[in-house]
């Protein structure tokens, strides 16, 4: 019997191993690998220097769970409550949310350049970009609510592009639940989905607006929303007010068209600018993009309108991303010379440019991180900012006094201030203690009292700045105050006895510091109560 060669057949993959193989085929297992670099770089830096003003706001927020507050919506204080309870107060727990989120927005961009029909040199020059922007280094060094910004629009973004790519319209729903709960992070998700329907309307997808899914979507994320819109409703619109008393008090600084599109450049990394500008191009021009023609769209929708608005200058960080895939997607295919995925193909002349573009933007990405990263200590950084071929952007009026840009500066003075309360809290005798408020002119005070002020034995403060005005005067009768940061002469209209406690160390690096300190005893007004609407201070 004559035994004929059986033709070899290749081993049929297990599920497991075909993912295994996809992972590493797309070049996902790599971008893994950097997203978790830079969570590292984070987790390690983020306790260089102190507490953020802005992030005592979050926690005290945290510790009074609401739906709602004067400056935010509820998300970030919810999630900065669960994690100080899962990891502790230290400044790196405090800041693991945004380290996390910012690592993950570079999968996220990958993956939106993969579903661009990017390859593995998209995908990687994507996510090389989206770690070196100045701009999200920044919101993984600090608590905010610039910190999941990106994650939840590019969230919709990638929604977006499945809906379209894949022709199913479910996914829309999918665009309302993340965008319902951007809501819940940051009010301005609202003009990025306002953009996306322009941009629909604007296209070949308006068809969409036929489909129940969208509706269903917009439904999604207006009932995510609503709770947060009724407690808005119920306080008479806190952040309507808010905005509307910062455009009067003329607090930001406002740029004209060719110093707003400059900062942008500096936001997202001046060597970046080609290639998100050659996405949004390819977007709004190019036929291979076309059927995502709706994310250029948006772009303009949004520029255009924080422009006019006078909106800061990273009010318009969030969007960048998708940007930044689509343009790693068209430079690929400007390497390559080909528009088919067959490597034989390519342009081999050309394929040193690759390793070279990556080299570069690390390179120059290094050199700009300390801007934004405490990796320096401040006397290094000030040093280093001489070194800038361009000054540091200032957004608003009030921080150009200080030696530090602002996101570092307001690091600095915070303990000096509750060091100098304590002072006064020491010299009330035990019996006095029981009737006697804290209050603080703003929340970076009145959330420096409460947060570092426990080791003090200090109470919670007061104030009429934001959130604080609606948790009101605690119960106290305001005959015995102590008072930061104001005059002589305005508390002597108050109190019958006002005693200057002292002024708080001074902090060469701080914004603010040098608070003056005072007791004030036997009040000249009714009740703390009926005193209290005019203390409001939302601005």
């Known amino acids: 019997m004559l035994a004929f060669p059986m033709a070899s057949v290749p081993p ?28 590292v770089f984070h987790i390690y830096f983020n306790n260089r220097y102190g507490y953020f003003r802005d992030e005592f706001n979050y926690i005290a927020c945290g510790d009074h769970l609401q739906w709602g507050y004067v400056d935010q919506p509820p998300l970030i204080p919810f999630l900065i409550h669960i994690c100080r309870a899962v990891l502790g107060d230290s400044l790196r727990s405090i800041r693991f949310i945004p380290a996390l989120a910012s690592s993950l927005l570079v999968v996220q961009t990958a993956v939106l350049a993969r579903e661009l029909g990017g390859r593995r040199f998209a995908v990687l020059l994507s996510a090389v970009c989206a770690v070196i922007v100045p701009m999200y280094l920044s919101n993984g060094s600090l608590l905010g609510t ?35 709960f951007g809501m819940e992070e940051k009010y301005s998700i609202a003009l990025f989905g306002f953009g996306i329907v322009a941009g629909l309307l604007l296209t070949e997808q308006r068809r969409v607006f036929l489909n129940k899914w969208i509706w269903l ?21 806190p952040f309507v007010q808010l905005m509307h008393n910062i455009k009067a008090e003329g607090r930001d600084v406002v740029l004209g068209p060719f110093p707003y599109f400059f900062q942008q450049m500096l936001l997202v990394n001046p060597l970046t600018a080609p290639i998100w500008l050659a996405g949004l191009f390819a977007l709004l021009f190019s036929a291979r993009l076309k059927p995502y023609r709706v994310l250029g769209w948006c772009y303009v929708v949004c520029y255009a309108v924080f422009f006019i608005l006078h909106g800061k200058n990273y009010y318009l960080a969030p969007v960048y991303p998708m940007l930044l895939a689509a343009g790693a997607v068209v430079i690929e295919s400007a390497i390559d010379g080909r528009k088919d995925a067959r490597p034989e193909s390519g342009r081999p002349r050309l394929r040193w440019l690759k390793p070279a573009i990556i080299i570069l933007l690390l390179a120059v990405g290094g050199y700009l991180a300390p801007m934004v990263v405490p990796v320096l200590s401040p006397d290094a950084f000030l040093a280093y900012a001489k070194t800038l071929p361009f000054k540091i952007p200032v957004m608003e009026h009030s921080h150009a006094r200080a030696a530090l840009p602002q996101w570092f500066a307001d690091q ?13 809290w020491s010299r009330l005798a035990p019996e006095e203690r029981k009737d006697c408020g804290i ?8 959330g420096a009292i409460d947060f570092l002020g426990r080791r003090a034995g200090l109470p919670a403060s007061l104030s009429g700045h934001q959130t604080w005005f609606l948790w009101g005067p605690r119960g106290y009768s305001g005959n015995c105050m102590i008072v930061l940061d104001d005059n002589q002469a305005t508390l002597d209209k108050l109190w019958e006895h006002v005693d200057y406690v002292g002024t708080s ?29 005019k203390l409001k201070r939302w601005h």
Not at 17 to 30: E, F, K, N, Y
Not at 217 to 237: E, K, M, Q, S, T
């Open 12 to 39: 049929t993959l297990s599920a497991p191993d075909r993912a295994r193989q996809s992972l590493l085929g797309s070049g996902m297992a790599v971008i893994w690998a950097i997203a978790l670099a830079k969570l």
């Open 146 to 180: 610039n910190c999941l910004e990106p994650n939840l629009w590019m969230g919709c973004a990638y929604f977006a592009v499945l809906a379209i790519r894949r022709n199913d319209p479910r996914y829309w729903l999918w665009f309302g639940v993340v965008a319902g």
């Open 217 to 237: 979507g917009g439904l999604a994320a207006f009932l995510i929303f609503l709770p947060n819109l009724l407690w808005n409703v119920h306080y008479d619109w």
């Open 412 to 424: 600095f003075g915070w303990q000096e201030i509750v060091d100098e309360t304590a002072v006064a």
């Open 439 to 446: 209050f603080a002119q703003d929340y970076g005070q009145a």
């Open 505 to 533: 160390a001074a902090n060469p690096y701080a914004l603010e510091q040098q608070i003056d300190v005072f007791i004030c005893k036997g009040k000249k007004f009714d009740s703390l109560t009926a005193l209290w609407p």
